[in-house]
């Protein structure tokens, strides 16, 4: 087993990482920029590397410092966490060539997924469904209108080197075809270096259900139920759940094979995670695989009760996994919400700035992982996640009850947060019954849009959310001090009867 561990990533995860490390008897080395100087992983660590500037591109993302830093600390290991360099197939050929290893796959198995085009190749070869489309690029325009015709619209036109909504545009007819075509490429280019595009087959009101996994390098890899992840807003999860509500044993077992099957065809080892969406008849299709451990991996741990990040460090160095598929065994349900920094009633703009009273949420049921603290400042630089929330019951109904509960009594003062949007989610009568889908989200911020949007694909949130941040930055300082600067008359109406609701 190794003695020391490097955690190469910031934030919730680093601490949940090095929660995991301490668990082990290894001891928990944190990296960490300018801005996060008196961040809560850096505290929790043993030790910790300065890496440079605040800016992500010269520190986290930095593979050099990265592999520096371990080696000046004598590690023997990395773990990446998610984002940054987690699904990096050059930094984890870097780990390798440096002579230590990367809690994580190996490096073909990230390039074979990193390309949505080799991916639905693996996964067709696996003898797993995929939705309806082309598994090579587009070589012309014409090919596009043939393969659409054939199809049947409307298509989606999708960036081989794209994922996670990134450079997709939905396509309703013939006519809109040539202008997409040329947009989608273009997109590509810029975002991914990489114009190539590829068809699918829209799939109307999907919901999004993705299969934990996870291999060791003994030829064991088990599947840990799935996870419901259709609420989402601009492509971003906001709640996410253990089992789904819509999944049954039958489902769930075809579903966790499939998954398994596309697994074992890209030579994977360690944790991973496989897509799908789920059509209203609940036909399943293969989206994509993330080569990393996901953001809400806990509610996974919460119904299975298995510890991810245990298993992840022991197959890494070599150990068998620690369970068959038949110890799987799912109780109750678990549900996780993204408490993020950011404002819901003005578009989600990312909310920095000094959190001054805390009061973290507790009692039965509650896990909370966080990377915050009362009296930390909230950084401008990254991803705005405060903390992650999440509950266990023995059943949905419970679950949901129990979330509703938490929420009123978790407190965040001195920076606006999501918590406010997730009491009106939580009391949703359709959230209550299970019963949403990719839509959910944005039918519920904005109910009159319901007809002119409902199949909409939302925009790449890039561009708007760097607008946000500057915008921000300007407004921040007139803004301090003002509960809110907008007159209650103006106020969204859940974030009204959220309010009601929580004074009865
Ligand atoms: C789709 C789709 C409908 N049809 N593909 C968005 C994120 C990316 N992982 C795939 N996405 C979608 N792909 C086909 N062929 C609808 C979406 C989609 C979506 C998927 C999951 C969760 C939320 C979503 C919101 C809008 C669109």
Redesign the pocket.
């Known amino acids: 087993m190794f003695s020391k561990l490097l955690i190469a990533n910031r934030g919730e995860i680093a601490v949940r990482i090095a929660r995991a490390c301490r668990e082990m008897g290894i001891s928990p080395v944190a990296v960490y920029s300018d801005a996060d100087r008196a961040s809560l992983h850096v505290r929790v660590a043993e030790q910790a590397v300065h890496i440079g500037p605040s800016a992500s591109n010269e520190s986290y993302l930095v593979i050099e410092k990265i592999i520096a830093a371990a080696r000046q600390v004598g590690a023997d290991a990395i773990h990446p966490g998610y984002g940054f360099l987690s699904e990096n197939a050059g930094f984890a050929q870097a780990v390798e060539d440096a002579g230590l290893i990367l809690i994580g796959p190996p490096a073909s198995a990230m390039r074979l997924m990193g390309s949505k085009t080799s991916a639905r190749i693996a996964a067709q070869t696996a003898g797993v469904p995929l939705?309806p489309?082309t598994t090579n690029s587009l070589a012309t325009l014409q090919e596009a209108e043939s393969v659409a015709e054939a199809v049947g619209y409307p298509i989606?036109l999708?960036a081989a080197s794209g994922?996670?909504?990134k450079g997709?545009r939905l396509v309703r007819s013939r006519d809109e075809l040539a202008s997409a075509y040329s947009l989608a490429q273009s997109e590509a280019a810029s975002s991914f270096n990489d114009a190539s595009v590829y068809i699918?087959?829209?799939?109307d009101r999907?919901r999004?259900v993705e299969i934990q996994l996870i291999g060791d390098h003994h030829g064991n890899i088990v599947y840990l139920g799935e996870r419901e992840?259709?609420l989402?807003r601009r492509?971003q999860k906001v709640i996410e759940e253990c089992p789904s509500p819509v999944l049954d044993e039958g489902l769930r077992q075809r579903m966790g094979e499939a998954a398994v099957k596309v697994a074992r065809a890209a030579g994977y080892v360690n944790a991973g995670t496989v897509?799908f969406?789920l059509d209203e008849q609940r036909n399943f299709y293969f989206?994509?695989m993330n080569t990393r451990l996901q953001v809400e991996h806990p509610v996974t741990e919460l119904v299975t009760g298995r510890d991810l990040v245990h298993e992840q460090i022991r197959v890494a160095a070599g150990e068998k996994l620690s369970f068959s598929q038949d110890d799987i065994l799912m109780r109750g349900a678990a549900i996780e919400c993204r408490i993020y920094a950011e404002d819901p009633d003005n578009g989600f703009l990312p909310s920095p700035g000094v959190i001054t009273r805390l009061v973290e949420p507790a009692g039965p049921g509650v896990r909370y992982d966080s990377g915050s603290y009362q009296g930390w400042e909230v950084p401008i630089f990254y991803d705005p996640l405060l903390a992650k929330l999440c509950v266990w019951a023995e059943t949905r109904e419970a679950a949901v009850h129990r979330l509703t509960r938490v929420l009123d009594e978790y407190t965040i003062e001195g920076i606006s947060t999501t918590l406010p949007f997730f009491r009106a989610i939580a009391r949703d009568p359709e959230f209550r019954r299970g019963e949403f889908d990719?839509?959910f989200i944005d039918r519920f911020l904005d109910p009159d849009a319901r007809a002119k949007r409902s199949n909409d694909?939302?925009a790449d949130p890039t561009l708007a959310d760097l607008a946000a941040i500057t915008a921000v930055l300007h407004t921040k300082a007139s803004a301090r001090g003002a509960e809110s600067s907008q007159p209650r008359s103006a106020e969204s109406r859940w974030k009204l009867e959220a309010r009601l609701a929580q004074r009865r």
Request: charged fraction near 20%; hydrophobic fraction near 25%.
């Open positions: 939705v489309g989606m999708k994922g996670g909504g997709m699918e087959k829209y799939i999907p999004h992840c259709s989402q492509h897509e969406l989206l994509e990719t839509g694909v939302p």
